[in-house]
């Protein structure tokens, strides 16, 4: 079930798109002419238009309104054509797929050869009167939706700052299983280390994602300065969650890895691996103090103990490299990942 503060978001959306939907049906409405036969597009403008920010709203209006253009012009060059229908059906829709890929229309690129069919078999006789109300319709919910959105525009940082809980706790969980699974009496199987090892990088793609529309939704949002500072906030801790995934999925792969001296049963591998495990720990309660519910002075001495327990790893790693050449070279590895984790966190 989602919480309240995920649905949030989500519920002042659809309700604002009610709204502009509502509002759109009604003014058209006294309107007589071809537009008393379509005005359903009204509407339906409107729910194109809204988007979580502003300028998402005016950009997908221009987008939509775009690609509805360029579907009727092909449409309508079938027409003066005078082709065969089905042979004109095949062009306006081979063509209106090529077209919907140009990158400035986004995500409305596929409206284009759904306009073309339309104008197409809808438009009758007079394909013109059609597109008029079609993308002039449309285009009037646009500015409805977008009108609503400025009124009442939203700042959606919740969604973010629940990203960088989630990818926080993941990456916690990973270190500390990999701990665990360095000091098993057993060595894991390749599907024990498997159950471990989940890619991070979809979900630090996805605090990005959801930092950048939180930038954006400052742009014509007269609310925005309420929370002046926040989203840059994330935008730098996302960034600094995005190098500590990088080094910790490095990590992942040399500790997983069957083939490297970690799995072996020499006294020095396994001081090593003790040693790795204890940086692997305190990296993760560096991680674990989070700033939203620690104290600043808890959060300094987490990342002293993380900062010292990769430091005595690193200068491990380098004597056993030293006295056993290449065969160590992983444990410098580790440990260059984990300096960078714990130097970007800082």
């Known amino acids: 079930m989602w919480s309240f503060a995920r649905l949030r978001p989500r519920l002042v959306t659809a309700l604002k798109t009610a709204c502009a939907a509502g509002i759109s049906w009604l003014l058209v409405q ?3 002419g071809f537009v ?18 502003v300028a998402g709203s005016v950009r997908y209006s221009l987008q939509a309104v775009s690609a509805i253009v360029l579907g009727a012009l092909l449409a309508i060059a079938a027409r003066v054509a005078a082709i065969e229908e089905i042979v004109a059906i095949v062009l306006v829709i081979a063509a209106g797929v090529l077209l919907g890929g140009w990158r400035r229309l986004g995500t409305m690129g596929g409206w ?11 438009g009758g006789t007079d394909p013109w009167r059609y597109v008029l109300a079609y993308g002039g319709l449309t285009a009037v919910g646009a500015v409805v939706g977008t009108v609503v959105n ?29 701990a665990s699974g360095l000091e098993a009496v057993e060595p894991l199987t390749g599907d024990e280390w498997e159950t471990v090892c989940n890619r991070l990088d979809p979900q630090a793609r996805q605090l990005h994602e959801l930092v950048a529309v939180g930038l954006e939704a400052r742009r014509g949002n007269w609310r925005a ?108 590895a580790v440990a260059a990942n984990l300096r960078r984790a714990v130097e970007g966190w800082q």
């Open 225 to 332: 300065a309420r929370w002046r500072g926040v989203p840059e906030r994330h935008h730098d801790r996302a960034r600094a969650f995005r190098s500590l995934t990088n080094s910790v999925e490095g990590v992942v792969a040399l500790v997983s890895d069957p083939r490297v001296f970690l799995h072996e049963e020499q006294d020095d591998a396994a001081r090593l691996r003790a040693a790795i495990a204890d940086a692997l720990r305190a990296t993760a309660g560096m991680i674990s103090a989070n700033p939203a519910d620690t104290a600043e002075e808890d959060q300094a001495i987490a990342w002293e103990k993380a900062d010292a327990a990769v430091a005595r790893l690193e200068a491990m790693a380098s004597e056993a490299a030293a006295a056993a050449g290449r065969r160590y070279l992983p444990a410098g």
């Open 30 to 32: 006294p309107v007589g």
């Open 112 to 122: 284009v050869p759904v306009a073309a069919l339309f104008v197409l078999i809808l």
């Open 36 to 53: 008393h036969d379509y005005p359903y597009y009204a509407p339906l403008g409107a729910v194109v238009a809204m988007s979580a920010t």
């Open 150 to 178: 400025a009124a009442l525009p939203q700042l959606p940082l919740a969604p973010a700052a629940q990203a960088e809980d989630a990818l926080r706790q993941e990456i916690v969980r990973q270190l500390e299983e990999l």
